[in-house]
């Protein structure tokens, strides 16, 4: 079964940092490009970051660099490292393969911005 399992998130004041990981199924995580993405409330999910299967990475510009995003092909594992975090990052956080969504959309992880 595809799926990917998101984990990190959690509520940390401005100007802090958190570090999501994405643990996805072998079968598409050595094949494809994967994507970090977001939904604010009352908002439209959004591409924040991507990186392809050779390693090359896209930001969104509202994060550039804030976030470095990053994979470790042995674990299958994604990560997305976000520093200098503003409230208006506040969001859940999902990953899925880049460009074309592969992997059933998971729960999500969710991160709060506040004082």
């Known amino acids: 079964q595809v799926q990917a399992v998101e984990s990190g998130g959690g509520l940390v004041q401005p100007g802090g940092s958190l570090r999501l990981s994405c643990a996805a199924s072998?079968?598409?995580?050595?094949?494809?490009?994967m994507g970090w993405y977001r939904q604010a409330p009352g908002k439209q999910r959004e591409l924040v970051a991507d990186?392809?299967?050779?390693?090359?990475?896209k930001y969104a510009d509202a994060v550039k660099g804030r976030f470095t995003i990053s994979r470790d092909n042995a674990k299958n594992t994604m990560y997305l490292q976000m520093n200098s975090l503003k409230p208006e990052d506040t969001a859940v956080y999902y990953c899925?393969?880049?460009?074309?969504?592969?992997?059933?959309w998971g729960q999500g992880t969710q991160v709060t911005v506040s004082s």
């Open positions: 899925n393969t880049r460009l074309i969504f592969r992997i059933p």
């Open positions: 072998g079968s598409i995580f050595s094949r494809y490009g």
């Open positions: 990186i392809t299967t050779d390693g090359i990475t």
